[in-house]
């Protein structure tokens, strides 16, 4: 039989959906053919959202600080994948610094400045399809970065801040996510105000377009305030939309001595910004005071809402039920069926108090950072099992784990 093998394309495509990027770099080079499948839009996108069927539990990427942690703000990055031996054992991958971090580390030790002055104070907001998103705290700058191309996009400046006396800058909220209806990446950047004149805080919110490479304005006066800590950025992304925790505000009365009084009351909710609609919607807490957010079970999986109970370290975690709630972002339909309690499990070893950094796609673990010393411990949040988990060519003790998010590496553009 003569003439030479060709695969039929379709074939050839989902043989290529299983590869990673490093080999479809490479594969480019093989002939114009493939070379035009690969770069095709229609391929990095199936490419970006195909999900491994036997992979039940996930790839994450870690953003991690060394000591000494408190003025050591240069971000390093790397990925943890499972290695055929399972939850027990992980395959590290060293991704670094950021490129524009890394020439601005070069020229903070040009000009000598000293651990507190160097500019590293960058949040990893979130992650989809491969894009990193990280949040420049000062000079307030946000960058998207694809560790696996190697590319990155410094967003342009985001719009004027209003002008108002009474109002005092609190802090910015970012976001980051895909538009699914118009293949659109975008990130949505929540500026909070304090105002002395009526004891209210109020948030405007701006949106910028990957697909238009600017921003708009599409909400003004946002009635709750995004959370925001020190260590993380505490949302999640999934199915295009992005859930965040907020506070919602509202003015309520006290009678002391015969007297009327005002003040502000507030009670923690969880936001979910659509991405298509640039609305948010406001869903009731599953408890008091939960402290992070998670999702299991792929691209379409659920949000799963993790709170830690003081002093007893009981970790309670709660699975967002599919629902179509009738509520906006001021108010919220109170429906006792919208969260189902999946775990509770106690901290059975010095860890991180704030519970696990990330669940695992099945749900089945848990990564808990290490305490005092860094590093990774996986906990099994069916049996309470704690497992010390073997990172292949590398330790991760002394090594502080600020954020991570599930990742996978892909070929999109930024």
């Not at 195909?50 to 992979?55: G, K």
């Amino acid at each position: 039989m003569g003439g030479d093998f060709v695969l039929p394309e379709d074939l050839l495509i989902e043989i290529l959906l299983w590869l990673p990027v490093v080999s479809l770099l490479r594969f480019k080079t093989v002939c114009k053919s493939w070379r035009a499948t690969i770069e095709s839009s229609d391929f990095i996108h199936r490419h970006a959202t195909f999900e491994n069927s036997s992979d039940n539990l996930g790839n994450f990427i870690f953003q991690s600080r060394h000591g000494p942690f408190f003025f050591n703000f240069k971000p390093h990055f790397f990925s943890l994948s499972p290695s055929s031996r399972g939850e027990r054992q992980w395959v590290y991958k060293h991704i670094g610094v950021p490129p524009h971090l890394a020439q601005a580390e070069v020229e903070a030790e040009a000009e000598e400045m000293s651990p507190e002055e160097l500019p590293f104070k960058v949040k990893m907001v979130g992650s989809c399809h491969g894009i990193i998103c990280l949040h420049e705290v000062q000079p307030r700058s946000i960058v998207l970065w694809n560790p696996a191309t190697k590319k990155f996009r410094r967003l342009p400046k985001s719009l004027p801040l209003p002008n108002d006396p009474k109002l005092q800058f609190s802090f910015d909220y970012v976001g980051f996510g895909f538009d699914i209806e118009t293949n659109d990446y975008k990130v949505f950047q929540c500026t909070s105000f304090k105002s002395d004149s009526d004891h209210l805080k109020k948030t405007s919110v701006q949106v910028y377009s990957s697909q238009s490479n600017s921003w708009r304005w599409c909400i003004y006066d946002l009635p709750t305030f995004p959370k925001n800590t020190f260590r993380t950025n505490v949302g999640r992304y999934l199915n295009g939309s992005y859930y965040l925790f907020g506070n919602n505000f509202y003015p309520k009365q006290i009678i002391i001595d015969s007297e009327l009084f005002n003040y502000t009351d507030s009670e923690q909710v969880i936001l979910s910004f659509d991405f298509n609609k640039e609305s948010f919607r406001m869903i009731p807490a599953p408890a008091p005071m939960p402290n992070r957010l998670h999702v299991i079970g792929g691209n379409h999986g659920k949000i799963v809402c993790v709170r830690l109970d003081y002093p007893s370290y009981i970790h309670e975690m709660y699975e967002l039920n599919d629902f179509k709630y009738r509520s906006s972002a001021t108010t919220a339909e109170n429906n006792e069926n919208l969260w189902s309690k999946i775990y509770t499990t106690t901290r059975v070893r010095d860890s991180d108090s704030n519970g696990p950094m990330e669940i695992t796609k099945n749900a089945v673990f848990g990564f808990v950072g290490g305490f005092p010393n860094g590093g990774l411990i996986l906990l099994n949040l069916r049996t309470e099992e704690i497992i010390d988990i073997e990172i292949i060519d590398t330790s991760l003790e002394g090594v502080a784990l600020f954020e991570t998010e599930v990742y996978k590496e892909t070929l999109v553009s930024v």
